[in-house]
């Protein structure tokens, strides 16, 4: 039975980390987010280091982390006397990655701009939006043809 301390319910705890109770079962079944103890009655309950835990992985997520190096974060942070070098190498090699993707993003942008400034807006036969999307060689940049691929 869970102590008073562990009296979270899954709802409270998903609305306190604005996130939704699916989220709180797939991250506990992916183990990134400890299991709860269990009442009598086999609902969930949660503590405060519950809340703790969920808001960094929450956090980690918005910031664009995968789910990969939150597992890596949350096992250093779990070690606080250990030396910070691999964190920062975590966030170094996020940092390029967003760079990289945000260069990628431009260059989309631009050929979507370009595209959007020279379509006439008559029939779809004659539309350069439909045009440059049909053929990539009507692209000014080579990212532009499969730089979107894995921008996510």
């Not at 966030?91 to 990289?100: G, I, M, Q, Y």
């Not at 006439?120 to 045009?131: P, T, V």
Request: charged residues 30%; proline residues 3%.
């Amino acid at each position: 039975m869970p102590s008073r301390s562990q009296s979270i319910s899954i709802g409270e705890l998903a609305r306190r980390t604005d996130c939704k109770p699916e989220t709180v079962r797939y991250y506990e079944r992916i183990g990134i987010l400890r299991d709860a103890l269990r009442t009598e009655g086999g609902q969930r309950r949660y503590g405060e280091d519950a809340v703790r835990r969920l808001t960094f992985i929450r956090h980690a997520r918005d910031f664009g982390f995968s789910v990969d190096a939150v597992r890596e974060l949350l096992a250093m942070s779990d070690q606080p006397d250990m030396p910070c070098q691999e964190v920062d190498a975590i966030a170094k090699h996020h940092l390029e990655k967003v760079e990289s993707r945000l260069q990628r993003l431009s260059v989309l942008r631009d050929e979507l701009q370009r595209m959007v400034t020279q379509c006439a807006g008559g029939k779809i036969e004659s539309c350069r939006i439909i045009e440059v999307i049909s053929d990539h060689q009507h692209c000014i940049s080579e990212t532009a043809h499969g730089g979107a691929q894995d921008l996510g």
